[in-house]
């Protein structure tokens, strides 16, 4: 057990120590930032399909995983002990009309724990929201210069830590709650250039710089259906549901006299702090959108399985009273995943390879913002593979995801991503019977 801990937490910090920029997103722009998928590596490498559940992996979106059937192989008395931690490597082109530039971000994504304790199991663990990275820069429509009019910087985002409770209620049927605690802040600025006659840069520019320290909580539920149709087939479906709730957000602005170097370098000259408590701004609160997930698959346990999932979102429902802009729309949001895996024989004694577990799926996405009245969709296939490790059924996860973010219609970006994902895994028996005294 010391070992995979030791494993584990070499991986979170191999994974923090480039994990820096969170995302490399222009959208991350809007609202509290891009929105991260919640799941393992194993869900995303089946196209983001979170449905299936057994006794040997975390499932992180659907609580109603955390219970279970024993498992046959320890006399149906108990069911392991379960951690699991990953990350992603994603590799970005950003295209326009006007060019193109590529960008990059190693994120941390989840760090979890499930222990089962009888019908009941709990889990509980960390993983990144929302995130926000960005380098923006508009021009000035009125000149053919290249003259730049903004240059807009974020950073930041909302993390959760949960804890959640399952409950077997049946072979068949298990439901359950997490409760999460969102925190985190965003740090964003607008430089807006200014010029002389001759169209050189003045000495001084002016930076307005803001920041938000989000909190709240909000729970999520889950419900799981698992049952035999015949002696081969299982029918395997899943439901979860988050209700709306709030963020506080307390809020900081300032505008500053800078001077901005040839590189780019910026040197504050003078600070004037706003006073967002006239404004009615100093603490706002930010709605997050309820969601609603269903789905269903079948297959062959331990051999294979496809299924098909289906997530909704008020996003409409979002608000954010310290950042408003008219060129951006909130609509409801709807997405769509379809994938499965193989493995060719689970017991095999000669071949490591058919002990593996072969993953792929697809997706398509409706994100929910709307700018410039074009939707920004998403579209990505997946692939995975599941490598033994160790003993009790421990695994590492490889995932490799190929998609596309948004379009190039009415002046936007487009982006082409290839996401690099790996997890850790891994299983142990904590609580066993004594056989004699």
Same mark, same amino acid.
């Given at each position: 057990?010391?070992?995979?801990?030791?494993?584990?937490?070499?991986?979170?910090?191999?994974?923090?120590?480039?994990?820096?920029?969170?995302?490399?997103?222009?959208?991350?722009?809007?609202?509290?930032?891009?929105?991260?998928?919640?799941?393992?590596?194993?869900?995303?490498?089946? *196209?983001?399909?979170?449905?299936?559940?057994?006794?040997?992996?975390?499932?992180?979106?659907?609580?109603?995983?955390?219970? *279970?059937?024993?498992?046959?192989?320890?006399?149906?008395?108990?069911?392991?002990?379960?951690?699991?931690?990953?990350?992603?490597?994603?590799?970005?082109?950003?295209?326009?009309?006007?060019?193109?530039?590529?960008?990059?971000?190693?994120?941390?994504?989840?760090?979890?724990?499930?222990?089962?304790?009888?019908?009941?199991?709990?889990?509980?663990?960390?993983?990144?929201?929302?995130?926000?990275?960005?380098?923006?820069?508009?021009?000035?429509?009125?000149?053919?210069?290249?003259?730049?009019?903004?240059?807009?910087? &974020?950073?930041?985002?909302?993390?959760?830590?949960?804890? &959640?409770?399952?409950?077997?209620?049946?072979?068949?049927?298990?439901? *359950?709650?997490?409760?999460?605690?969102?925190?985190?802040?965003?740090?964003?600025?607008?430089?807006?250039?200014?010029?002389?006659?001759?169209?050189?840069?003045?000495?001084?520019?002016?930076?307005?710089?803001?920041?938000?320290?989000?909190?709240?909580?909000?729970?999520?539920?889950?419900?799981?259906?698992?049952?035999?149709?015949?002696?081969?087939?299982?029918?395997?479906?899943?439901?979860?549901?988050?209700?709306?709730?709030?963020?506080?957000?307390?809020?900081?602005?300032?505008?500053?006299?800078?001077?901005?170097?040839?590189? &780019?370098?910026?040197?504050?000259?003078?600070?004037?702090?706003?006073?967002?408590?006239?404004?009615?701004?100093?603490?706002?609160?930010?709605?997050?959108?309820?969601?609603?997930?269903? *789905?269903?698959?079948?297959?062959?346990?331990?051999?294979?399985?496809?299924?098909?999932?289906?997530?909704?979102?008020?996003?409409?429902?979002?608000?954010?009273?310290?950042?408003?802009?008219?060129?951006?729309?909130?609509?409801?949001?709807?997405?769509?995943?379809?994938?499965?895996?193989?493995?060719?024989?689970?017991?095999?004694?000669?071949?490591?390879?058919k002990r593996a577990v072969y993953r792929a799926g697809l997706h398509y996405e409706n994100t929910g913002l709307n700018i410039e009245n074009e939707s920004i969709n998403e579209?990505?296939?997946?692939?995975?593979?599941?490598?033994?490790?160790?003993?009790?059924?421990?695994?590492?996860?490889?995932?490799?995801?190929?998609?596309k973010r948004g379009t190039t219609n009415s002046n936007l970006i487009q982006e082409n991503f290839i996401n690099f994902q790996i997890s850790l895994s891994l299983n142990d028996?904590?609580?066993?019977?004594?056989?004699?005294?």
């Amino acid at each position: 057990m010391i070992k995979k801990l030791v494993l584990v937490f070499i991986a979170v910090f191999a994974i923090n120590s480039y994990g820096q920029e969170g995302t490399a997103s222009p959208y991350s722009f809007y609202g509290i930032g891009s929105l991260k998928f919640r799941g393992t590596v194993e869900n995303r490498s089946m *196209g983001g399909l979170s449905i299936y559940t057994d006794s040997i992996h975390v499932n992180l979106r659907n609580p109603a995983s955390y219970a *279970g059937k024993n498992l046959d192989m320890l006399g149906g008395e108990s069911r392991p002990v379960k951690f699991t931690v990953g990350g992603t490597y994603s590799d970005v082109k950003l295209e326009s009309n006007s060019g193109s530039a590529k960008a990059s971000s190693t994120t941390f994504d989840y760090l979890a724990l499930s222990i089962p304790m009888g019908k009941f199991g709990f889990g509980f663990g960390l993983l990144p929201y929302t995130s926000v990275g960005y380098k923006l820069e508009s021009l000035d429509d009125n000149y053919t210069d290249g003259r730049i009019s903004n240059r807009f910087k &974020g950073e930041g985002g909302l993390n959760k830590a949960f804890l &959640g409770f399952g409950y077997q209620i049946t072979d068949k049927l298990s439901v *359950g709650i997490d409760a999460q605690y969102n925190f985190g802040n965003i740090q964003n600025s607008n430089i807006a250039f200014a010029y002389d006659d001759d169209g050189n840069p003045t000495q001084y520019q002016t930076r307005e710089n803001n920041r938000s320290d989000l909190s709240g909580l909000n729970v999520n539920l889950g419900l799981s259906y698992k049952t035999m149709i015949n002696s081969d087939l299982e029918l395997v479906t899943g439901a979860t549901y988050t209700p709306q709730s709030n963020l506080s957000s307390k809020n900081e602005r300032s505008i500053s006299a800078i001077i901005v170097s040839s590189t &780019g370098t910026e040197a504050v000259v003078n600070t004037i702090e706003t006073d967002l408590e006239s404004l009615g701004l100093l603490e706002t609160d930010l709605v997050l959108p309820s969601k609603f997930s269903i *789905g269903a698959g079948i297959g062959k346990p331990r051999k294979w399985f496809v299924g098909i999932e289906s997530e909704y979102q008020t996003t409409s429902n979002f608000s954010n009273d310290l950042y408003t802009s008219t060129a951006v729309k909130y609509e409801n949001a709807a997405s769509v995943s379809i994938g499965g895996f193989y493995i060719p024989q689970y017991n095999s004694f000669t071949s490591y390879l058919k002990r593996a577990v072969y993953r792929a799926g697809l997706h398509y996405e409706n994100t929910g913002l709307n700018i410039e009245n074009e939707s920004i969709n998403e579209f990505g296939i997946s692939f995975g593979v599941g490598l033994p490790v160790g003993s009790f059924f421990s695994n590492a996860n490889l995932g490799l995801e190929l998609g596309k973010r948004g379009t190039t219609n009415s002046n936007l970006i487009q982006e082409n991503f290839i996401n690099f994902q790996i997890s850790l895994s891994l299983n142990d028996r904590w609580f066993q019977k004594r056989k004699y005294d």
